[in-house]
């Protein structure tokens, strides 16, 4: 005897259903994996900066997520992109293309950068108030997700479709149990 397997075909409303379930998880989803990322790094000494501005490209590009790693002064070579933070004042990122101390015995130094895209250079006597951290990693446009993930509107956003995939997922474990009545977790 042969035994006939029937493929029941999926009808479009159970498709759209599906590709809509998959397309929020993922607007959730690698948002929130990007900033619990940004979050756990600070625990081993690095923070998310972003990046914007032209004056980096092609290396980077307006709205890329910087890892960047704080270092002190003594130890930025020439070469070495650093994001230089100075005490009340905006970040900037750029390449250093010289380095000296401004006397032998104390914390001080002055710093050439240049943005790769600009023609000029930029001079900064960096004191021990200063933050310097040197970019380890980028990703592209991640920045724009990151403002938009720790603003207060995307918080409610992202709160929002996170109910709504909890939601989701009760109604289905509902069906799946042939009842309309609320299921318990287990």
Request: aromatic letters at 6%; proline letters at 5%.
């Given at each position: 005897m042969s035994s006939t397997l029937i493929i029941e075909k999926p009808n479009t409303a159970d498709i759209v259903r599906q590709v809509l379930?998959?397309?929020?998880?993922?607007?959730?989803l690698v948002p929130?994996?990007?900033?619990?990322?940004?979050?756990?790094s600070t625990f081993f000494g690095y923070r998310v900066v972003d990046s914007w501005g032209t004056s980096m490209e092609p290396v980077f590009r307006n709205g890329d997520a910087l890892?960047?790693?704080?270092?002190?002064?003594?130890?930025?070579?020439?070469?070495?992109?650093?994001?230089?933070?100075?005490?009340?004042?905006?970040?900037?990122?750029?390449?250093?293309?010289?380095?000296?101390?401004?006397?032998?015995?104390?914390d001080s130094y002055f710093l050439t950068t240049k943005g790769d895209a600009n023609n000029f250079t930029e001079d900064w006597e960096v004191t021990s108030d200063w933050t310097l951290a040197l970019v380890v990693v980028h990703i592209p446009y991640a920045g724009y997700v990151f403002d938009f993930c720790t603003s207060i509107g995307g918080r409610l956003?992202?709160?929002g479709l996170t109910a709504t995939l909890?939601?989701?997922?009760?109604?289905?474990?509902?069906?799946?149990?042939?009842?309309?009545?609320?299921v318990s977790a287990q």
């Open positions: 379930l998959w397309v929020l998880v993922v607007v959730v929130t994996l990007l900033v619990w990322v940004g979050v756990i890892w960047v790693k704080q270092i002190d002064a003594h130890d930025i070579k020439v070469g070495d992109i650093v994001t230089l933070m100075p005490p009340g004042e905006e970040s900037i990122t750029h390449r250093v293309v010289k380095i000296e101390p401004v006397c032998n015995h104390c956003i992202l709160l909890f939601v989701i997922y009760v109604r289905r474990r509902q069906i799946a149990h042939g009842s309309n009545k609320p």
